[in-house]
C-alpha cells in the first residue's frame, strides 16, 4: 500500500456519517436555486422560459441522470474529484478540481455578499447605500458566517442548508402568492405568445446564465463517505431537486414579468423590486413616477423577505463552500493538491484548513468589489 493510500485511509477515518436522505435534497435546493440569477434571466423577457425549458430537457435532466449513476456506483468522498482523477490520472484531477473550487469562495465573496448587501440596503436602509465600513462589516460578516457553517461538522453545518432550503420555499411561495392578489388588484403587464420566441441574443444571453444555474447534482458526493445511504439517497435527492428546481425557477420568474415591464427590470435587483412592488397590497403604494413605498404589513413582509433572501443566498455560498472544499481536500490526501491541503479535522471531521483558505480567499475578493464599487 502506498503512501497516498495510507494518507487517504487515515483522513477518511476522521469522517462522520451525518449526511441523510432529505439533507442531500436539501442541500441540492440550495445548491441549484440560486436567487442572485433570477432578475438576470427575467430581464430577458418572457423567451427567458422558453430557454428555461430547452435547457431543462437537453442540460438539466441529462445531467440528473448521469450524476445519479455516476453518485451511486462512486460515492467515495471527493465526487467530481474522485471519478475525474480516476477516468483520466491525478493531473486532471488536479487541474479540474481547483478550477472547481476557487470560483466558489470568490462567488461568495463577489456576488452573493452584494445581493445580501443590495436586500438589506433596499428593506432596511431605504435604499441608500451603505457607508464604506458598514459595507465592509455587513460582507466579511456574511463569508465568515458562512464559513464558519462549513467548518462546523456536519450534523451541524448542515443546518445552514436546511434553513436556506426552507426560506426558499417560503419567500418564492410567499412571493407567487402575492403575485395573484396584486393581478386581482392592479392588473398585470403580460406579454403575447410571440414573446416567447427564441432569438439568437436571447441564446448568448440566457443559455449561460441557465447552464450555471442548472448544475450542481454532482455536489453532494464531494461527501460521499459522510452519506448514510448513497446507493438510495443520491437518486432521491437529485430527482426531487430536478423539479424543484424547474418549479422555484420557473414561478418567480414569471411572476417578475407579470408586474414589472422587462425594461424595468435589472439583473440584481429584478426580483427584489417585484418584491417590494407587489408587497404593496399589504400596506403601502406605487408612486407615479415609479418609486414604492411599503407600509404596515408591506413593511414587516418586505423586512421578513429581505431576511429570507439573504439566508437563500448566505445557503447557496455555505453549499458550494462545504462541497468544493471537501474536493480540495480529498485532492490533497490523495497526492493530486499540496499534502497541507489534504487534513480533516479530528475534532470537526470537516477540512479545516480549506475551509479557512476558502474564507480568506473570499474576503480577498470582498475587498476588491469594495475598491471597485467605491471607484
Known sequence: MDTTTLAAESERNKLRKHFG???????????????????????????????????????????????????????????????????FGRLAGAVNNFLYWVTNPVWLGGTLSVSAVAAFTTFFNDGKDLSTPAFYVFTLLFIWVGVLAAILSFDVGKWIPTAGAWSRFVLLGLFTLTVVIYAFKHGLHGFGFGDFSPTYAGFVGLVPVLMFNYVGFEL??????????????????????????VLLYGLPILGILLVLPVKAITGLGGFLDAIRQVFTVYGGHVASDGTVTLSGAGTVLGDLAAVMFILTVLSSGVTWIMGSDRALAVSGYDGAAPRALGVISERFGTPVRVNLLSGVLSTGGDCSGACVTCA
Open 220 to 245: 453532494p458526493n464531494t461527501a460521499g463517505d459522510e452519506m448514510t445511504d448513497a446507493q438510495k439517497d443520491v437518486p432521491y435527492g437529485i430527482f426531487r431537486a430536478a423539479g424543484l428546481g
Open 21 to 87: 436522505r432529505f439533507d442531500i435534497l436539501f442541500f441540492l435546493v440550495c445548491t441549484l436555486v440560486g436567487l442572485d440569477t433570477i432578475g438576470t434571466v427575467a430581464a430577458s423577457g418572457a423567451e427567458a422560459f422558453t430557454w428555461l425549458i430547452v435547457l431543462a430537457v437537453i442540460f438539466f435532466v441529462p445531467s440528473a441522470l448521469l450524476t445519479a449513476e455516476l453518485g451511486t456506483a462512486f460515492a467515495e468522498e471527493g465526487g467530481p474529484y474522485i471519478w475525474t482523477s480516476r477516468a
